[in-house]
């Protein structure tokens, strides 16, 4: 049985996801922007937290995890188990079980893959449950976006995408932020013939006019929206004057412009 999802608006554009298996009743928490939110879903739900899933240390992902763990019921039975990049963990809260790229964990009763996704920073993780449909991805591929590269190379960060870009199109792609509308202007400023373009930007206004997320979307849908998984398209290329230019090349110069938008 797929398990439930629960999207959790934290911060100002932040969003934390629950992962619930019905049957163990366990749950999973991926990212910890705040404790309060998150703590009241929990509540709301009778759900008991057994996991939280971090995908890099930023601040805005880790922050909230004092407030969360000490506001969680029954702390004397031992709180829940923490998973993050061993190539992180330096920067990361203590970890029950440091993971690394390729490995494959039982989490909710769900085998997970894990993918290293450099680039927006070194030991960045994404959390891959193919039952579920669901990839959660961080800051790294985002919904039209991928992350702004603080500590990684276009290279790395090209290369984390094209991991995640093959996986099956119903995917379910839950990223970090709510940064859709503006990455649909800018997609659309390079691309503004583009017909799914055009369709999802009109779906994406009326969300958020009625305060709903933009996310999930699926991998479907972003290879044919997304720019930066665009960049090997023969009409994005030739819209950038680089109809000969490599892949990398492309992508590089889409995340050049996209830090000047």
């Known amino acids: 049985m797929p398990l439930a999802i629960l999207t959790i608006p934290c911060l100002s554009d932040n969003y934390a996801y629950l992962i619930h298996n019905s049957e163990t009743g366990d749950t999973a928490l991926v990212d910890v922007p705040e ?26 992902h880790i922050d909230g995890l004092a407030d969360l763990l000490a506001g969680l019921p029954d702390r004397s039975k031992g709180g829940p188990r923490i ?3 061993a190539a992180d963990a330096h920067r990361l809260p203590p970890l029950t079980r440091a993971l690394s790229d390729g490995e494959t964990v039982t989490i909710c009763g769900e085998s997970v893959h894990i993918f290293d996704v450099s680039g927006h920073t070194i030991g960045h993780i994404a959390f891959h449950f193919p039952q579920t449909q669901a990839l959660f991805s961080g800051d790294s591929l985002m919904v039209m976006g991928c ?3 603080f500590e990684g190379t276009p290279a790395q960060m090209w290369a984390s995408l094209q991991k995640l870009a093959p996986l099956p199109d119903a995917t379910r792609l839950f990223s970090g932020h709510e940064y859709t509308a503006s990455n649909i202007r800018f997609a659309l400023a ?16 009326d969300l958020r006019k009625a305060g709903k997320p933009t996310i ?8 044919e ?7 090997p398209n023969p009409d994005m290329k030739a819209a950038l004057g680089m109809a000969a230019a490599a892949d990398l090349d492309v992508f590089t110069e889409i995340r050049a412009r996209k830090d000047k938008f």
Do not use: C, Y
């Not at 390079?190 to 206004?205: D, F, Y």
């Not at 999930?216 to 290879?223: C, G, M, V």
């Open 83 to 85: 998973w993050g990049a």
């Open 190 to 205: 390079l691309e503004p013939a583009n017909p799914q373009l055009i369709l999802m930007s009109r779906g994406v206004s």
């Open 35 to 60: 404790g309060a939110p998150i703590l009241a879903a929990l509540s709301a739900n009778k759900w008991r937290l057994t996991d939280i899933l971090l995908t890099h240390h930023h601040w805005d």
């Open 225 to 231: 929206t997304n720019p930066f998984l665009r960049a």
């Open 216 to 223: 999930p979307t699926t991998l479907a849908q972003e290879r």
């Open 147 to 149: 992350g702004r590269l």
